[in-house]
């Protein structure tokens, strides 16, 4: 709070204004947690993370280690000597406490562009965007927009995909599902030398993205 805001919300009616904050990711947890009488982590489980069969998603809590088998995080340190980052990668509050795959990340995406996750109107509202010029211009030429927790991005044959991004301290997630929830494609990549140029990996990946969606669409 000692700090000024980027900018105060517009007067009804004005256009929208928008900037990715994860405070507002920890503040819709603390009123979800209010409403619902439980911990955030204790209403995502039976909601979303069970029903959906995602058997390799799951909230670490306050276990300070990844469990299962993962990729090591590392940078070259002084010397050329590698210095492990993996423990430092991840967070443990609602706004980046979740470990998942790429499989199950294109799974949760598929549920949620196919309707099967929400209710109609909570989707609607999701899809509500406002512009954003954060990103590199994909390959259709056009920024999207950004909507309620969902980056909606145009494709070059039309339509648009749905995105996420995830990022810790040398790991990279670019999940991505086309409207109709058909097609999905999920980008990891974890930095073994250095950290890595995300303009250029946006770039890249939004590519790739773009080539993956529309070619499903054949």
């Known amino acids: 709070m000692r700090h000024a805001p980027l900018f105060t919300p517009p007067p009804h009616g004005s256009p929208r204004r928008w900037a990715y904050s994860n405070t507002s990711y920890l503040l819709a947890a603390m009123i979800a947690e209010k409403a619902g009488g439980a911990d955030w982590r204790q209403l995502v489980e039976p909601r979303i993370i069970a ?8 909230i670490p809590g306050e276990n300070p280690y990844l469990i299962g088998p993962h ?6 340190g002084p010397g050329g000597v590698p210095d ?9 509050t609602a706004d980046s406490a979740v470990v998942s795959t790429p499989s199950d990340l294109d799974r949760f ?6 309707g099967r996750l929400l ?3 909570q989707w609607a509202l999701m899809r509500q965007t406002v512009p954003y010029d954060d990103l590199p211009i994909p390959p259709a030429g056009e920024q999207g927009g950004y909507g309620l927790g969902l980056r909606v ?10 995105t996420h991004e995830g990022d810790g301290f040398g790991v990279y997630g670019r999940p991505a599902v086309g409207a109709d929830g058909g097609g ?3 980008v990891s990549v974890t930095s073994t030398t250095a950290l890595v140029d995300e303009d250029r990996l946006d770039r890249a990946v939004q590519t790739l993205t773009d080539h993956v969606l529309c070619a499903s669409r054949n």
């Open 51 to 58: 029903p959906l069969g995602l058997r390799h998603t799951y």
């Open 119 to 121: 209710p109609a109107e």
């Open 109 to 114: 995406f598929r549920a949620l562009a196919d």
């Open 71 to 76: 990729e090591r995080v590392t940078i070259d």
């Open 84 to 92: 492990d980052l993996t423990e430092q990668s991840y967070q443990h």
């Open 153 to 162: 991005v145009p494709l070059t044959c039309g339509g648009v995909y749905y």
């Open 184 to 186: 999905a494609v999920t």
